[in-house]
């Protein structure tokens, strides 16, 4: 059956390019977007009226502390306002890239419906042509934005299709108040259409030319494909116009070509990016749609796809949480690879101000983190290598930060921000922009991405320059004259005055603004890290200082706060607070996910309090669908079948999960609607669900390897080359009863340690050793690239007799 929303369409994507393929009952008709293509206008108003941190902090702490809400003060609301403008504006935000449609005459033609095969990239759009069937088969290059059709009957054969016109498409929405796109018919039976990106809010005004971007969409047929006439259109004006000149005035134009009868049917797509002075109003040539050049964009995606799904591989007893697994590692190969620009939100998929929320941008107290969750345990590391890049454009503005606004060392990360040129930071709001989580948050995978790699020349080159950056400023910001001395009367360095995410906001007289666990647990984290990373490079000595510093920090630092609830003693996102709160994130459970101080490996009354902590959390939803149950994940206690309603409660018909609301009594009230969020956009975020079906098969966040620790009795599970810390690619197998077998690639060279998963003993099988092995914690050294296979002893004389 058709399938014309946007929800609905099939999802093809190269990292950089992405396309939603829907079928109309008339049309197939295919939208575009692009990672690089952004509104690059960026409002930088009122930085006189920003002030410093301690001017603002000192007029905060004046407020009356009678009030609910500092809003009700007059000098801080109006101090907000100014604070918002500039992200109040539509601008910067990622740029739909237009639509192609190839329609066709509804009298003899039929839409039956679309499928992808995620293991070669093809989507197949399926057609009933005056009762025979017929495939428009549709495949998207890995390495370049080219997109291409062919029409074909059941047996692969290479036929006419139904299509009479074909039409191009600017965005409807997205271009009203920039230079209207330029559509251009050109040779060799092509259409194009350029649309430049202005540099500065004010283009029109102040033009700087040399900075501003463009992209350009071209679509061109097979020679065997004729062209009829060319003609314009209009929003209101269905005939068409023959004359371009007469679209100046209007706001929704698009061109299109007729197409007569053919004997076969191709046709190659083609998206341009980059600086419009280099982007060339005159359309190139684009490559022949020919059956040469379709079968080598084929072989390619094919191939590209065939390396990506060997990385690792899961087979569960348990259709929906393996299929899960697979569709979103494909989403997330989709739209996100090494060398391209850092997805925001929604990733690289845009139709009208569909992936525009939010500025669909970065936003650093988790969104833009959880994504690349993903990309360690299921051993596809280059996916996290656009996080990196996108932290080293955000390194300037937020050293800038730390020091014109809070007067201190290292870098203060911004709560929101965009990939495009920024000169201040773009959200100064204290409301939320004092969150201090988000400046470790920020480099903590930094350090994931050595550990489970162990590459030095990584920690060294990429790694170690944020991540010293985020402690200098941390250790600071603890060691300011309010965030310790008498009037705290412990003796400890707080965390002061800070924000807990989604939450609260800055409140009068500071309640609920100190040493929030997410702050706690993560600078925690930062710190711990930053002291094994100085010594795995050898570099004590000259970071002396700042390492005496983390020390005493470490020392000196507050507990987690914690309070009685009727189910017994929790933690809480923040002291004194009601453990009944219902939450955005789930904050109070920091400490395990993403802080890593708690879990599996805790002594027994911490890991009962994290244990009660996750039945007693409240969560309003929306944030939580791989956050949350990852957090039970690490716990060992995740209900996998009521992870499963969960997600399909969050499922869209193009097999992504949505955000929607689970609760209200937050922020969220009973008249609203559940699913506000389902329509901003794909939400890239939730392709880390396949990290939380990991984390049931393997964990190895503290360095020792545990299986199956979340997996259920009855069913049958395996997985190969799942990733561990330590450089180790695993492999098991679980017959439903006990683990079957092991097998471990050290990449690194790194000591193994393993719980034995066995109550006896095992046997290490090596190319030339066999060695036997016991106890609850096997320790092993390995070679640098060395497979060792470990077997239970019993099952390993079995097989010898």
């Known amino acids: 059956m058709p399938s014309p929303d946007f929800f609905q369409g099939a999802l093809l994507g190269n990292g950089g390019l992405g396309a939603v393929v829907t079928t109309r009952p008339d049309a197939v008709l295919i939208h575009f977007g692009h990672n690089h293509v952004w509104d690059i206008r960026l409002a930088e108003n009122n930085r006189e009226s920003i002030g410093t941190f301690q001017e603002i902090f000192e007029k905060v702490q004046a407020i009356g502390h009678h009030y609910e809400s500092l809003q009700e003060d007059p000098w801080f609301r109006d101090y907000l306002f100014k604070m918002r403008e500039n992200y109040g504006k539509p601008y910067p935000s990622p740029m739909p890239c237009g639509s ?25 759009v399926e057609l009933l042509v005056r009762n025979e069937r017929r495939i428009v088969q549709i495949v998207l290059e890995p390495e370049l934005d080219r997109l291409w059709l062919r029409s074909t ?112 049917f191709m046709a190659c797509i083609q998206l341009d990016e980059g600086y419009a002075d280099r982007l060339s109003p005159i359309v190139p040539e684009l490559p022949s749609p020919n059956e040469a050049n379709y079968e080598d964009a084929v072989k390619k995606t094919a191939q590209q796809l065939a390396d990506y799904w060997r990385k690792s591989g899961v087979s569960l007893e348990d259709p929906l949480l393996e299929r899960i697994w697979y569709w979103n590692l494909y989403f997330l190969n989709c739209s996100v690879k090494a060398g391209a620009q850092c997805p925001g939100l929604f990733a690289n998929w845009s139709y009208k101000s569909i992936g525009t929320a939010w500025h669909g941008d970065y936003h650093m107290n988790y969104n833009t983190q959880q994504p690349f969750w993903v990309t360690f345990s299921s051993n596809h590391i280059d996916k996290h290598l656009p996080y990196v890049d996108m ?39 204290p409301t939320w922009g004092w969150e201090i989580c988000e400046t470790p948050w920020s480099v903590q995978s930094l350090w994931w991405h050595y550990l ?52 609260y906001g800055l409140r009068p007289g500071f309640d609920k603004n100190a040493d929030c666990i997410v ?40 507990n987690y706060p914690v309070t009685e609830s009727r189910q017994g003693k929790v933690f809480v996102s923040v002291p004194g607070e009601d453990p009944e709160i219902v939450y955005n994130t789930p904050n109070s459970l920091a400490t395990v996910f993403p802080g890593e101080d708690h879990g599996l490996h805790s002594d027994e009354e911490t890991y009962h309090l994290a244990c009660t902590t996750y039945r007693n959390l409240r969560t309003e939803g929306g944030n939580e669908l791989v956050f ?67 984390e049931c098969l393997l964990q190895s966040y503290n360095g020792v390897i545990r299986l199956f620790c979340n997996w259920p009795q009855g069913k049958r599970a395996s997985f190969h080359t799942l990733r561990a810390v330590g450089g180790f690619l695993v492999s098991a197998a679980f017959d439903g009863e006990r683990v ?38 096997i320790e092993l050294e390995t070679g640098k690239g060395e497979t060792l296979r470990l077997v239970r002893e019993d099952t390993y004389h079995d097989a010898k007799c």
């Open 452 to 503: 489970y790699t162990m590459d030095e020349q990584f920690l060294r080159d990429r790694a170690f320059g944020p991540m010293r950056e985020a402690v200098l400023f941390l250790v600071d910001y603890m060691n300011r004259p309010e965030a310790s001395g008498d009037r705290w009367g412990d003796g400890k360095l707080h965390i002061f005055p800070t924000v807990s995410p989604e939450l």
């Open 100 to 124: 192609v449609l190839f329609g066709f005459d509804r009298r003899h033609v039929e839409v039956l419906g679309h499928r992808v095969d995620i293991s070669t990239g093809l989507c197949e």
């Open 153 to 264: 009957d059941l047996n692969g054969e290479w036929v006419p299709s139904p299509f009479d016109r074909m039409k191009l498409i600017p965005d409807p929405d997205r271009s009203r108040d920039i230079p209207m796109p330029e559509l251009m018919p050109a040779a060799n039976q092509s259409l194009s259409f350029r649309q430049v990106l202005p540099y500065g809010e004010n283009w029109a005004e102040k033009r700087r030319k040399e900075r501003d971007k463009a992209f350009r969409l071209s679509v061109r047929l097979a020679d065997s494909v004729p062209f009829g006439d060319i003609v314009y259109t209009a929003a209101g004006n269905a005939e068409g116009i023959k004359d371009p000149i007469k679209l100046a005035h209007s706001q929704e134009i698009s061109i299109e070509a007729r197409i007569r009868d053919h004997d076969k």
């Open 391 to 429: 932290i080293d454009h955000l390194l300037p503005v937020s050293k800038q930060w730390a020091r014109e606004y809070y007067k201190l060392r290292g870098a203060c990360f911004p709560h929101s921000a965009y990939p495009v040129e920024m000169t201040m930071m773009p959200y100064p709001l």
């Open 519 to 558: 702050d706690l647990a993560l600078t925690k984290f930062v710190f711990q890290a930053f002291l094994q990373a100085c010594e795995v490079l050898k570099i004590q000595e000259e970071n002396d200082h700042l390492l005496s510093d983390i020390r005493d920090a470490l020392l000196r630092f507050p």
């Open 628 to 694: 949350h149950n990852l957090q039970a994940a690490r716990l060992g206690i995740l209900d996998l079948e009521r992870f499963k309603r969960q997600i399909e409660y969050c499922l869209l018909p193009n097999g992504t999960c949505t955000d929607l609301l689970l609760q209200t009594g937050g922020r969220y009230y009973d008249t609203g609607p559940f699913d506000f969020m389902a329509r901003m956009g794909i939400w890239f975020e939730n392709f880390a669900l396949p990290a939380v079906i990991n």
């Open 740 to 777: 079957e077998w092991i097998e471990v690639i050290s990449e690194a060279g790194s000591r193994l340690q393993i719980y034995n998963p066995w109550d006896g003993s095992l046997i290490g099988i090596r190319e030339k050793e066999r060695q036997r092995v016991s106890g609850r914690l």
